[in-house]
């Protein structure tokens, strides 16, 4: 089996405006790694070009929360993979559960979302999960199954490792109820067997990560499971210091 390098991602959401984004960087990046996890930080569009300048003598990396998948077009307030890589952004976050809430983002947008991310030479980082209701009514796996084939489904199978997925419970992003590290286990295993019904190089080399509430505190149980490959955190990572401690958790 492949060693898969952590990832670590700080999804600010809509928060830090450019000044703030260079405060953080600097008490951040003289504690962020030089080797070892990928360290991630996921600003609004205003800040990505000053974190990229900031990050530019680190190992750190810049991905954008959202892209559309044309180049270029009629698609008023949409930004584009080429306008993100002229500025030295890395990655993409697609799917993630408030776009697809308040924002009507789709399986099938995400189906061609992910592939023009890759394309383009961008690292999607690909967010599923459940909610709170499909989990009490026992429809984790269904809903996890659904969600993977149809956002992954016009990604070939040998570029399946590229693609960077989040497992994040809707119950659990923002509200400070974590999943229990058994739980994460789980549903990471089974988005990986699904991987795994495509192609088993793919499965053992793709990362999955856990998102929702991961803390200081928890990030070291949770990223030590076997088939946890890192976090990808909101709240505690508009903070600097718990950003590093998380990173360090899992380094
Ligand atoms: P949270 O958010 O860490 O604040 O729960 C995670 C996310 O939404 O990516």
New binding site residues.
Partial sequence: MPDRVPVLAA?WKMHKTIEETERFLAEFLPRAPGSGPEVIVCPPFPSLKAAVEHCAQSGVRVAAQNMHEEPEGAFTGEVSAPMLLEIGVDGVIVG?SERRQHFGESDEALARKVPAALRAGLEPILCVGENESQRDSDETEGILTRQIEADLADVPDDRLADVVIAY?PIW???TGRTASPDQAQEAIALIRARIESRSAEAAAAVRILY????KPGNASELITQPDVDGA?????SLDAGDFAAIVEAAA
Avoid at 211 to 214: H, I, K, L, T
Avoid at 232 to 236: H, S
């Fill in positions: 999804n993630h994040e659990a992003i923002g998102g929702g509430s991961v990808l955190v909101g709240g505690a």
